[in-house]
């Protein structure tokens, strides 16, 4: 278990700093227009979407002694490790320069990620039959995601106050993290890996492939759900810190320590989820997570900006106008990261079932489908969120003096980034909810307590 939740911690630290850190990185250290930024994202995102039938069709391919998914794994290390830390670096030159050299490190970084994350992720469904030890497995995956991306925040929070160059290092540490991680995961899974269920070869067209989809009845309901679970976070992962010092005006050096109250509590909310989900059900504990990430949300709404005038060395000094609004927006962020760790968990621990019901079973397959569709819904919503923080007039910061700048923003994009913190990501999980209704449950919780 210790072996396979390391395989996740290299993409969990490069999905948590791009996730919260890239937009505000582009439109700060970089210095590009924020519609830039957001076509940035998007290519980044599809282009992780588009290589992942791909991958996973190469990776169902692959026969070695070592299984399908490992060869992948261990020969995108070294290029994950380089091109996270490649990623933060500003080049010389002037929009269209800087606007290339972003295009090719996003799609050579997002390369490599497939080709640890998505092997990787078919192994849940390999390594074992049941129910109860895949959602383990899957416990074990998003807990060392967590507390890797925890690792990332952390590392961000101290070095981003010193702006350009605290981004550049903050690569070349989470970097060389990413590459060893997924190396020690490699060699402890290896004799399990070998042993594990190959999938059957496929060589469809795409219309048979999209034929099967449609078929599956359960993969379409897991599908909505993770579409609409992972657009929702990740809409308030990329607003987070203009959130925070844009909306809030919480000042950036203590705007990057709040983001990790969330990953902390997503991290306690994993392991009782998981908990939860092998002795009541995984869709019960879907509908309590949810609900309290909704409450979050939805408590974000109406939150007050600050007097401006706090600081960490004056916190509890001020007056109590501004401790009640820190107080409010650390249980906003308590309530969204410990429901929202429920799209980490049972979105992944409901795939195996769908995978199951298709007689061939190709893993693979599923899986890059999964993530592909996810992707490109991802990449669409983040142009579209981007172009209209342009359209409503957001400016960005003529320097950056650390990990994002503060500049009075016109209401209206005000109101955007709200909106996306808030009111848009409530209303995607309550639609994700409905569609859960009515799930064959395989009963996870009966078979664990006869394990």
Same mark, same amino acid.
């Given at each position: 278990?210790?072996?396979?939740?390391?395989?996740?911690?290299?993409?969990?630290?490069?999905?948590?700093?791009?996730?919260?850190?890239?937009?505000?990185?582009?439109?700060?250290?970089?210095?590009?227009?924020?519609?830039?930024?957001?076509?940035?994202?998007?290519?980044?995102?599809?282009?992780?979407?588009?290589?992942?039938?791909?991958?996973?069709?190469?990776?169902?391919?692959?026969?070695?002694?070592?299984?399908?998914?490992?060869?992948?794994?261990?020969?995108?290390?070294?290029?994950?490790?380089?091109?996270?830390?490649?990623?933060?670096?500003?080049?010389?030159?002037?929009?269209?320069?800087?606007?290339?050299?972003?295009?090719?490190?996003?799609?050579?970084?997002?390369?490599?990620?497939?080709?640890?994350?998505?092997?990787?992720?078919?192994?849940?469904?390999?390594?074992?039959?049941?129910?109860?030890?895949?959602?383990?497995?899957?416990?074990?995956?998003?807990?060392?995601?967590?507390?890797?991306?925890?690792?990332?925040?952390?590392?961000?929070?101290?070095?981003?106050?010193?702006?350009?160059?605290?981004?550049?290092?903050?690569?070349?540490?989470?970097?060389?993290?990413?590459?060893?991680?997924?190396?020690?995961?490699?060699?402890?899974?290896?004799?399990?890996?070998?042993?594990?269920?190959?999938?059957?070869?496929?060589?469809?067209?795409?219309?048979?492939?999209?034929?099967?989809?449609?078929?599956?009845?359960?993969?379409?309901?897991?599908?909505?759900?993770?579409?609409?679970?992972?657009?929702?976070?990740?809409?308030?992962?990329?607003?987070?810190?203009?959130?925070?010092?844009?909306?809030?005006?919480?000042?950036?050096?203590?705007?990057?320590?709040? /983001? @990790?109250?969330?990953?902390?509590? +997503? #991290?306690?909310?994993?392991?009782?989820? !998981? &908990? $939860?989900?092998?002795?009541?059900? =995984?869709?019960?504990?879907?509908?309590?997570?949810?609900?309290?990430?909704?409450?979050?949300?939805?408590?974000?709404?109406?939150?007050?900006?600050?007097?401006?005038?706090?600081?960490?060395?004056?916190?509890?000094?001020?007056?109590?106008?501004?401790?009640?609004?820190?107080?409010?927006?650390?249980?906003?962020?308590?309530?969204?990261?410990?429901?929202?760790?429920?799209?980490?968990?049972?979105?992944?621990?409901?795939?195996?079932?769908?995978?199951?019901?298709?007689?061939?079973?190709?893993?693979?397959?599923?899986?890059?489908?999964?993530? /592909? @569709?996810?992707?490109?819904?991802? +990449? #669409?919503?983040?142009?579209?969120?981007? !172009? &209209? $923080?342009?359209?409503?007039?957001? =400016?960005?910061?003529?320097?950056?003096?650390?990990?994002?700048?503060?500049?009075?923003?016109?209401?209206?994009?005000?109101?955007?980034?709200?909106?996306?913190?808030?009111?848009?990501?409530?209303?995607?999980?309550?639609?994700?909810?409905?569609?859960?209704?009515?799930?064959?449950?395989?009963?996870?919780?009966?078979?664990?307590?006869?394990?």
């Amino acid at each position: 278990m210790v072996a396979y939740g390391l395989g996740d911690a290299g993409t969990g630290i490069a999905a948590a700093q791009l996730g919260f850190y890239l937009l505000p990185f582009l439109t700060c250290a970089a210095a590009l227009p924020v519609w830039i930024g957001g076509v940035l994202l998007m290519v980044t995102k599809l282009w992780d979407g588009f290589n992942d039938p791909l991958i996973g069709w190469l990776s169902d391919h692959t026969d070695t002694r070592w299984g399908p998914r490992l060869p992948w794994m261990f020969f995108s290390a070294l290029p994950l490790g380089v091109s996270l830390g490649a990623i933060w670096w500003v080049p010389p030159g002037g929009v269209t320069e800087k606007t290339a050299y972003y295009i090719f490190m996003v799609i050579l970084l997002m390369t490599a990620y497939t080709g640890v994350n998505l092997p990787y992720a078919a192994l849940s469904t390999e390594l074992t039959p049941k129910t109860s030890i895949r959602t383990r497995l899957n416990a074990a995956r998003f807990t060392g995601s967590i507390l890797a991306s925890l690792t990332g925040l952390v590392t961000a929070s101290i070095l981003t106050s010193e702006g350009t160059n605290g981004y550049l290092a903050m690569g070349r540490i989470t970097g060389t993290i990413a590459t060893v991680a997924t190396l020690v995961c490699c060699w402890g899974i290896a004799p399990f890996a070998k042993k594990a269920r190959r999938p059957k070869k496929h060589s469809e067209p795409v219309f048979q492939q999209l034929k099967r989809i449609l078929q599956n009845n359960l993969f379409l309901k897991v599908l909505g759900l993770y579409l609409l679970l992972w657009c929702g976070l990740q809409l308030m992962q990329s607003v987070a810190l203009f959130y925070l010092v844009q909306v809030i005006r919480v000042p950036a050096n203590l705007s990057t320590w709040l /983001l @990790i109250p969330f990953q902390i509590s +997503a #991290l306690i909310g994993l392991q009782i989820w !998981s &908990l $939860l989900s092998n002795r009541q059900g =995984r869709v019960k504990s879907l509908y309590l997570g949810g609900g309290l990430w909704i409450a979050g949300c939805l408590l974000a709404m109406f939150i007050p900006p600050l007097s401006g005038q706090v600081d960490l060395s004056n916190l509890m000094s001020n007056n109590w106008s501004d401790i009640f609004t820190m107080l409010t927006l650390l249980v906003s962020i308590a309530l969204s990261g410990f429901g929202a760790s429920t799209a980490y968990l049972i979105p992944w621990s409901l795939l195996p079932d769908a995978i199951d019901a298709d007689p061939d079973r190709p893993a693979g397959f599923y899986t890059a489908w999964m993530v /592909l @569709i996810q992707k490109i819904l991802v +990449a #669409l919503s983040m142009w579209t969120v981007t !172009s &209209l $923080l342009w359209l409503t007039g957001y =400016r960005s910061a003529p320097e950056c003096t650390g990990a994002l700048t503060f500049l009075e923003q016109p209401t209206s994009a005000q109101i955007t980034i709200r909106l996306c913190m808030g009111l848009i990501p409530a209303i995607l999980v309550t639609v994700g909810l409905l569609i859960m209704r009515h799930w064959p449950d395989k009963k996870a919780h009966l078979q664990a307590a006869n394990l």
